[in-house]
Every structure is written in C-alpha cells, then in structure tokens.
Nanobody
Framework: QVQFVESGGGSVQPGGSLKLSCAASGSIAKLYTLGWYRQTPGRQRELVALIYGESQTTYEGSAKGRFTISRDNTKNAIFLQMNELEPEDTAVYYC???????WGQGTHVTVSS
C-alpha cells in the first residue's frame, strides 16, 4: 500500500494562506481519486477536497472557493492550497487515496490571531 506523509502546516493569522504538501511512498499515477481530509479533537475526520484523475475536483462546505487541490504524478505528490484561512480551519490535515490507504500522521494547521 502507498503511504502518505503530509507537511506544510503551521500557524497563520485569519485571512492568511498555507500550502500543504503530501508525499506518497509510491506511484500515485494509478490512484484515480486522491483527497485531503481534516480532523479536530472530538470530531470525526471529514473530507475537504477530492481530485479525480488529472484535474477534476470537488470541495466540501467552506473549502469551496478558498482551497485548491492539485496533484503532480511525476513527483508522487498532492497539494492543498488554502487561502482566506479562518479559525474554523484549524485542524490536523491528512491526505489519502480513495479507497483509503494507510493514514499518515497529518500536518497541523492553526489559524488564530
């Protein structure tokens, strides 16, 4: 199974931006659907965005219009550009394929003034 390692999280003020990266341990070229998810304490992990094939994307809830998911099969990497961040975006962010592979450790995002 492919394993994923997330990075790029950090602390940012409301309205700021972050770009998350996800490195896969193997080729993602044959993984049609890839996604970003997030989890806050006491809540279930939730879907943020999906990318199908090279460029078809869907976004959930408040991610629409602010986040952009992308992939680079040549680098076996997945990205999440997050703009106009809000305190409600504070969470641990994970990437994974669909169907799920092994979950990584995630990367922490904190949005606070």
């Amino acid at each position: 199974q492919v394993q994923f390692v997330e990075s790029g999280g950090g602390s940012v003020q409301p309205g700021g931006s972050l770009k998350l990266s996800c490195a896969a341990s193997g080729s993602i070229a044959k993984l049609y659907t890839l996604g970003w998810y997030r989890q806050t304490p006491g809540r279930q992990r939730e879907l943020v965005a999906l990318i199908y094939g090279e460029s078809q994307t869907t976004y959930e809830g408040s991610a629409k219009g602010r986040f952009t998911i992308s992939r680079d099969n040549t680098k076996n990497a997945i990205f999440l550009q997050m703009n106009e961040l809000e305190p409600e975006d504070t969470a641990v962010y994970y990437c994974n394929s669909v169907p799920f592979s092994i979950w990584g450790q995630g990367t922490h995002v904190t949005v606070s003034s």
